[in-house]
């Protein structure tokens, strides 16, 4: 929402509810100068908060007296937050502002150093990793917490990840704990899950992220009538994985691991399969130098591609490291954020944080992530607002912030069909729950895949159109749309285009090798 439409909103508002006023409009009228504007401007922001802030009263009320605390925390957080969205205008970066990165703000990661057998286990035993754990499956047509869509060999995101953290608790004879940050969507079926977990060799902790209250656009108002929140769940919505800080230390579980001797916790998405506790980074985090036992922050990004110009990326800012989303950019500026050649590398949401750096930061207030602003229209048509923060944003109010380039082997997201094609092929061996390329695979980069929505994009229509998942360890390109099935020992080389027309369908025979063809809709094979 443009801030010109922000504020005509509150000032239709705010004269709304002047009922009483009812005397006719004169025939002439001067143009408000800039003080009565920037006046205009305050009242109306008032007004809106106050009438937020009345809204939130009434469904706190209605909130069971047992989640009462809860409920008032997270709604005195979503009405900061609602006001800085009032006041705050225009982008939240001057782009002329944005300075070169220093020589030392990315280090690579081939300069890091292994740490000795010997000091592998204290310095495990130092460590929390945290998966961000809110999301749901519905984007690829499934139900339920995404985390435990199927992905290879019958194993769910959620599996893989115990399995990892179980395996390096077992090799190095430490107990590293597993947190999961739900959401209410996720949480009651996670909590299920989780429960098959009890003989493993894992300590497994949740915890929920806030609840916040979908707004009208039209309103700016909560369109929730009541803290019911299962009987209306599209009223509300799980503010972002910006949110982990404050959920966090409420959950008693940041205060828990810093008393029990924990440094640093490893934040990733579950959905990552590429991000596994790293050794390397783990011991230049607890080095002995002084300069690196100073790190508070640090965010794991790597080279930047065509296929990732949408990613955030680390800038200097104000002389501190920080991260740049692309919703921060002022349009005009967009080209130039998705070059590849002055934003080389984009933020993979692996981050390494001092767990005491973040009690102070919160006991300080000195969070001021930026506000992303998502508009959605529900299934009723009615047009909400989200207000979400990333939790990358936070970088800048650490000290000691650090890039790392590392592999693009770390980050390995599963968040089409397209990248389950790739996960669950012969491109990728599978051990301890952690995924690894081919040494078959003459090149590291990944095929670029791109399925047809209509088809492919849910899960169960995907696997129905595979009776094995090709050979693809030979796959440059793959273009696959409309009504196309796949026969058994499918082998794909180079750059395959398979295009069925409206009407038409096209089966892969079982055994058929592809290699640089182009399969149209009436079964010709040409070469590419």
């Not at 409920?71 to 970066?93: W, Y």
């Not at 300069?291 to 955030?312: R, S, Y």
């Not at 207030?365 to 299934?379: A, F, H, P, Q, R």
């Not at 398979?498 to 070469?527: C, M, Q, W, Y």
Request: charged fraction near 25%; aromatic fraction near 8%; include cysteine.
């Amino acid at each position: 929402m443009t801030e010109y439409y922000k504020q005509f909103v509150l000032g239709c508002q705010s004269f709304n509810q002047l009922s009483h006023y009812d005397e006719k409009p004169k025939g002439h009228s001067r143009v408000p100068s800039s003080t009565d504007l920037k006046e205009f401007k305050e009242v109306t922001q008032r007004d809106s908060l106050v009438q937020l802030e009345k809204e939130m009263a009434s469904l706190l009320a209605t909130t069971p007296d047992d989640k009462k605390d809860l409920a008032k925390s997270q709604f005195t957080a979503f009405s900061r937050l609602f006001q800085r969205f009032l006041e705050e205008s225009g982008p939240s970066v001057d782009w002329d502002k944005i300075e070169k990165l220093p020589a030392d703000a990315i280090r690579d990661y081939e300069t890091l150093s292994t740490p000795s057998p010997n000091d592998i286990h204290s310095k495990l035993e130092k460590l929390v990793v945290v998966k961000l754990n809110g999301g749901l499956g519905t984007s690829m047509g499934c139900r339920g917490p995404k985390s435990v869509i199927q992905v290879r060999n019958d194993l769910t995101f959620l599996d893989l990840t115990v399995q990892q953290i179980e395996h390096l608790n077992k090799k190095y004879n430490v107990n590293v704990p597993l947190v999961l940050m739900n959401s209410f969507n996720t949480d009651k079926d996670t909590e299920q899950i989780i429960r098959k977990y009890k003989g493993l060799q894992v300590e497994i902790y949740t915890f929920n992220q806030s609840c916040f209250p979908r707004v009208s656009k039209e309103s700016l108002l909560p369109i929730a009538r009541d803290c019911d929140i299962e009987g209306n769940i599209e009223a509300w919505y799980p503010p972002g994985h910006g949110d982990f800080y404050d959920s966090f230390k409420n959950s008693g579980l940041l205060k828990k691991f810093i008393d029990s001797g924990r440094d640093y916790c490893f934040i990733s998405n579950i959905d990552n399969l590429g991000a596994t506790v790293d050794l390397n980074i783990l011991n230049m985090l607890l080095g002995h130098k002084s300069e690196e036992t100073n790190l508070e922050f640090v965010m794991e990004v790597t080279n930047k591609t065509k296929a990732d110009v949408k990613g955030g990326t680390l800038i200097q800012y104000e002389n501190k490291l920080r991260l740049l989303e692309i919703a921060q950019v002022p349009k005009e500026n967009l080209e130039e954020f998705k070059s590849v050649k002055k934003f080389k590398f984009f933020n993979t949401n692996n981050l390494w944080i001092k767990l005491n750096a973040i009690e102070k930061v919160l006991n300080e207030g000195s969070m001021n992530l930026e506000i992303i602003v998502n508009n959605k229209t529900l299934d009723n048509n009615l047009n909400i607002i989200q207000l979400e923060t990333a939790v990358g944003a936070a970088m800048k109010s650490f000290n000691g912030g650090l890039g790392i380039n590392v592999p693009r082997s770390r980050f390995l997201p599963v968040k089409k069909t397209s990248d389950l094609l790739l996960v669950m092929s012969n491109l990728y061996h599978m051990k301890n729950g952690s995924l690894s390329m081919s040494p078959l695979r003459m090149f590291p980069t990944t095929p670029l895949v791109k399925l047809g929505d209509k088809d492919f994009a849910k899960v169960k229509d995907f696997l129905s159109r595979f009776a094995t998942i090709p050979d693809i360890l030979e796959l440059d390109h793959l273009t696959v749309s409309g009504d196309v099935t796949f026969g058994r020992n499918v082998s794909l080389k180079g750059t395959v285009i398979i295009i069925a027309n409206h009407g038409d369908r096209i089966d892969i025979p079982s055994n058929a090798t592809l290699e640089n063809k182009i399969v149209s809709g009436n079964l010709r094979i040409l070469d590419h």
